[in-house]
């Protein structure tokens, strides 16, 4: 089993950048393959981006491919989503997810959630 917590997340510009961090706990870190995932203001979650067990696969939803950047630190057990060229469109409660086994992007295929962190864009 793992535990996530999301930081990072706040108030920006338009055209600003974040970086969200994703901590996870164990030694098993490196067994899972994480996603990043949002929930903008009334609408449903929806898949924003994924990475294998070992950081090389990465996935991008059309919608963010080249402006954010997934990557993993598997000796720290810390994932991240380097966030550029924020858009108002961009703003969701963000999270962070686990599963063991091959990368994904299906929401429903991953086991183990964070709690999100609120990612507000102003125009």
């Known amino acids: 089993q793992v535990q996530l917590v999301e930081s990072g997340g706040g108030l920006v510009q338009a055209g600003g950048s974040l970086r969200l961090s994703c901590a996870a706990s164990?030694?098993?870190?490196?067994?899972?393959?994480m996603g990043w995932f949002r929930q903008p203001p009334g609408k449903e979650r929806e898949f924003v981006a994924s990475i294998g067990r070992s950081g090389v696969s990465t996935y991008y939803a059309d919608s963010v491919k080249g402006r954010f950047t997934i990557s993993r630190d598997n000796a720290k057990n810390t994932l991240y989503l380097r966030m550029n060229s924020l858009k108002p469109e961009d703003t969701a409660v963000y999270y962070c997810a686990a599963r063991q086994g091959p990368v994904v992007l299906a929401r429903i295929l991953y086991d183990y959630w964070g709690q999100g962190t609120q990612v507000t864009v102003s125009s």
């Open positions: 164990g030694r098993t870190f490196s067994s899972y393959a």
